[in-house]
């Protein structure tokens, strides 16, 4: 196997998950079918597993000029929500896709959850059909709506290729979101190389954060250096952060980080300290 495709596997694959090779039939329907061995082109993945988990999500921009808001959300994943950087691909067709990996699988309707929060916080101004989340919230595996096809691939539509590529060159896409030939495979292999998966525990501080509401000027604020008493497995428990703290970040960063404080508290202190480095 090559490079390109163990980086493929590396980011996107579930645990003992099969290639699909992608075709069509008689009326021009797509056709997946399981593969053994690697198929040589056109290949796709099931983002849901038979057990209903997901480790890759993708955000389809059907429009390329809509390029502004894709990169508008690639740099707010890293510097907002603290994730590492996404896959950029061209569609070969109409416009762009962002690939997020995960590090470990998680619940579709969890996945599901945050793309939606993810698009609802920074693609508002793009009209919903315009924009498509996979996995989606009416996703099914039985009716296969969540099986994608991969980079590098040749769309018989367009005849053209889809593609990763350098997000600092995605604008001279807009008007061609497509190559005219096959990616170069090493090249292709390069860019996923330099990517990341998302950690667990990343993750859900990220969706902790999407789907908490933004706080209004009248909500109260954690206040520096105060007893903050909670819950946790039903006991009443106080914060275990100590009090040698002489900043509020480092102190809004050990609320973060206690696991006996309960989830709210901790998304309060995670916010507080966002807007306190944004200052």
Not at 176 to 191: F, G, H, K, T, Y
Request: proline content about 6%; charged content about 20%.
């Amino acid at each position: 196997m090559n490079k390109f495709f163990s980086e493929l596997e590396r980011l996107y694959f579930l645990r003992d998950q099969h290639w699909l090779s992608h075709g069509f039939d008689t009326g021009g329907e797509p056709v997946y079918v399981m593969e053994a061995r690697l198929p040589a082109d056109r290949v796709a993945i099931d983002l849901v597993s038979s057990e209903g988990m997901v480790r890759a999500m993708l955000i389809n921009f059907e429009k390329a000029s809509d390029w502004a808001d894709v990169a508008h959300l690639y740099e707010s994943i890293q510097s907002e929500l603290g994730l590492p950087a996404p896959a950029i691909s061209v569609s070969g067709n109409k416009g762009y896709g962002l690939w997020l990996s995960l590090s470990e699988p998680v619940p579709v309707a969890e996945a599901s959850a945050f793309l939606k929060a993810l698009s609802n916080k920074y693609l508002a101004d793009i009209p919903v059909q315009n924009r498509v989340l996979l996995p989606g919230p009416d996703n099914s595996v039985a009716a296969g709506l969540s099986v994608v096809l991969l980079p590098c691939a040749r769309l018989k539509a367009s005849e053209m290729w889809s593609a990763f590529i350098d997000p600092t060159l995605g604008s001279m896409f807009v008007d061609e979101p497509w190559l005219e030939m096959a990616p170069n495979v090493d090249r292709q292999a390069s860019i996923l190389g330099g990517l990341e998966s998302i950690e667990a525990a990343d993750f859900s501080r990220a969706l902790g954060l999407l789907l908490t509401p933004v706080e209004s000027e009248s909500s109260p604020a954690i206040p520096f250096a105060a007893p903050l008493d909670t819950k946790h497995s039903g006991k009443a428990t106080t914060l275990n952060v100590g009090n040698h703290f002489t900043d509020p970040e480092s102190f809004l960063l050990a609320v973060m980080n206690d696991a006996s404080v309960s989830a709210k508290h901790r998304i309060q202190a995670a916010k507080a300290l966002l807007k306190a480095r944004a200052a």
